[in-house]
């Protein structure tokens, strides 16, 4: 059985899953993990090393070296052979590394891979080292300044970069909103994480608002959820509280996933619904396999409704 890309119209919401995440589950492959859980795509995380997950390791290629082409065309032949459809990648960068050049031609590397195999998006993160202290003008200018480069060093492709609402930085909507629209560039937007506001402490229906507002910027997602109990749903609460112990699988927790893909479609977005299901440390490897086929059932519902 292959994943054949026509599993996901591709004018249409689909899902994927993160390779970080999927992999957890002791599968020998990205298209082992896809195949029995029933998912079209993946996100794959770029390393610094230049590598990243081919579909199906090898023990000549155990790793896939995206500077060298002729690993790029064997990835490609193995999403031609298995159906598996890559979304997007997922880089770590930091934009306020000592060699900020080197960052960038690491970043604007990815974003050419992920060209050449057709992925819509490569998430960038908002986290910058040694950056929290920094008035928010200042994290602004670095990033605008970082973005813009890329952007003009990939000038002519369609790939998009999504911000993830991610760490301190990345959950302030006026940072992002802010970078937004200084830059202003169609190919600059969110990778929204559904979960991570409510994980910064924003009440549930203010969580509602901002992710309504970032909609129709959004190029790419991370699809989580917390349970919360219900006296701290609406509350305003410390980043990060409580979260290893109420993260939970994507159908179980307070935040209304189809309300936020209605969102979502409502702004026009085409992308992926990407499982980032972070209770796996609650679960053995056959419970993370059952929360990962139930959150894609989960989610190829909410996309056939909506």
């Known amino acids: 059985m292959s994943h ?31 195949r029995l859980c029933g998912i079209p795509g993946v996100e794959i995380a770029a390393d610094r090393d230049y590598t990243c997950r ?15 082409d002729d690993d790029i065309k064997l990835l490609k032949d193995q999403m031609d052979s298995t159906g598996v459809r890559i979304s997007s990648f997922l880089a770590s960068n930091n934009f306020n590394a000592a060699n900020r050049n080197a960052e960038l031609d690491w970043v604007v590397r990815i974003v050419e891979t992920a060209s050449k195999v057709g992925a819509h998006a490569v998430r960038i993160d908002a986290i910058m080292e040694n950056a929290d202290n920094m008035p928010r003008q200042q ?14 060093k990939t000038e002519g492709l369609t790939v998009n970069l999504g ?13 992002l909103l802010g970078l937004l629209k200084r830059v202003n560039s169609p190919r600059l937007g969110i990778t929204m994480d559904t979960g991570n506001f409510y994980w910064a402490g924003y009440p549930l229906d203010e969580l509602y608002s901002i992710l309504n507002e970032l909609a129709p910027y959004t190029k790419h997602t991370h699809v989580k959820n917390i349970d919360y109990p219900a006296n701290m749903q ?18 179980d927790g307070n935040i209304d996933i189809p309300k936020v893909v209605g969102f979502l479609k409502k702004a026009g ?13 609650k679960y053995d490897i ?14 190829k519902e909410i996309i056939r409704k909506s």
């Open 4 to 34: 054949s890309i026509n599993d996901a119209n591709v004018h249409s919401m689909y899902v994927t899953i993160r390779d970080d995440i999927l992999m957890t589950a002791g599968f020998d492959s990205i298209d082992e993990g896809l």
């Open 54 to 68: 081919p579909i199906l390791a090898t023990e000549q290629h155990p790793r896939i070296h995206f500077d060298r």
């Open 139 to 152: 994290r602004e200018d670095i990033f605008h300044d970082c973005v813009t480069t890329i952007l003009q």
């Open 163 to 175: 911000i993830e609402n991610h760490g301190i930085q990345g959950n302030d909507p006026k940072f």
């Open 234 to 251: 609406n509350i305003r609460r410390e980043v990060g509280f409580g979260y290893e112990k109420y993260v939970c699988p994507i159908p």
């Open 269 to 281: 977005y085409h992308g992926d619904l990407c499982i980032e299901d972070e209770s796996i440390g």
């Open 286 to 299: 056959p419970g993370r396999r059952v929360n990962f086929s139930r959150a894609s059932e989960y989610l």
